[in-house]
């Protein structure tokens, strides 16, 4: 059962669903003040912490170790570049079948999947 959110866990889920890529918890911090938001960095980090425990974001760490973060749709599948964390999605469900049947022979209920395929996306690997 996924608990009510606090004030600073919206803010933060709220602006990661409205932004087009996936973003640092110092970008959040930043964004979060830009917009005269009060909240501490450590407050973000809790709220990233939480936000991904009940399934609701995902985080991606970069081969430079910055760990990145980005919604979590439910059913949702993405090819992840692991240079500037673009995630592409993937517009069908190749592990449908798989899931259905894992739920039944398990008797567990599967509320969603993801798939994540990583690598370097198109405009990476032409500057590598």
Same mark, same amino acid.
């Given at each position: 059962m ?8 919206e803010?933060?889920l *709220? ?9 640092? %918890? ?12 009060? #909240?501490?960095?450590?407050t ?5 912490d #939480? ?6 974001i995902?985080?991606?760490?970069? +081969? ?8 979590? +749709?439910?059913?949702? *599948? ?10 592409? +999605?993937?517009d069908?469900? +190749?592990? *449908?079948?798989?899931?259905?049947q894992? %739920? ?8 969603? *999947? ?8 198109s ?6």
């Amino acid at each position: 059962m996924k608990e009510k959110l606090t004030r600073s866990q919206e803010r933060v889920l *709220h602006l990661l669903q409205h932004s087009d890529r996936a973003i640092s %918890a110092q970008d959040i911090y930043s964004e979060l003040r830009n917009n005269e938001k009060s #909240i501490g960095l450590a407050t973000v980090y809790r709220s990233l912490d #939480i936000l991904k425990l009940q399934g609701l974001i995902k985080a991606l760490t970069l +081969p430079n170790g910055e760990t990145v973060y980005s919604v979590m +749709p439910a059913d949702k *599948h993405h090819l992840n570049c692991l240079n500037c964390g673009k995630s592409l +999605p993937i517009d069908f469900c +190749p592990v *449908h079948d798989l899931g259905s049947q894992l %739920a039944k022979t398990h008797s567990f209920q599967i509320y969603y *999947h993801t798939l994540e395929f990583f690598g370097l996306c198109s405009q990476c690997q032409q500057k590598s």
